[in-house]
């Protein structure tokens, strides 16, 4: 079974963001099955640098997409993708000096995309499922 199961709640309405956010969960599921399959490291290195990258590719468009439209969380939206960046490196970084990657480790990722999805991107300002949070003073 899936670890990260995409569904209609956590679309946006912004049709590009959609679309890569679906493809980080198909990204998230592919490593997941690589860990418990094999944890062979060519593999599994492969699978957790395709994630990476488009993990980064993502926060380019959505953080352009933040900017155009004058977010008012763009800056607490920021330091949550920083933060997972910095973590996915680190991880990839120890990948590839011989550490295994757990399947905790990929659970960690569909629960951080999923919370993610579903709290601050809903509030991107599409025709999301969730009203925009409160403006800050
Ligand atoms: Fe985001
Ligand atoms: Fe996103």
């Known amino acids: 079974m899936a670890i990260a199961s995409w569904n209609s709640r956590f679309l946006t309405g912004i049709e590009i963001i959609d679309i890569q956010h679906e493809a980080l969960f198909e990204a998230v599921n592919t490593l997941a099955d690589a860990v418990k399959v094999n944890n062979a490291s060519l593999r599994v290195g492969g699978y957790l640098e395709m994630l990476v990258g488009q993990t980064q590719e993502h926060f380019t468009t959505e953080e352009r997409y933040l900017t155009e439209t004058g977010n008012r969380q763009l800056r607490s939206h920021l330091e949550e993708h920083r933060a997972l960046n910095a973590k996915l490196h680190e991880l990839l970084?120890?990948?590839?000096?011989?550490?295994?990657?757990?399947?905790?480790?990929?659970?960690?990722?569909?629960e951080w995309f999923a919370h993610h999805i579903a709290e601050v991107d809903m509030a991107n300002g599409g025709t999301g499922n969730k009203p925009a949070p409160p403006i800050e003073a």
Not at 93 to 110: E, H, P, R
């Open 93 to 110: 970084a120890k990948q590839k000096n011989g550490g295994l990657v757990s399947a905790d480790v990929a659970l960690f990722f569909a």
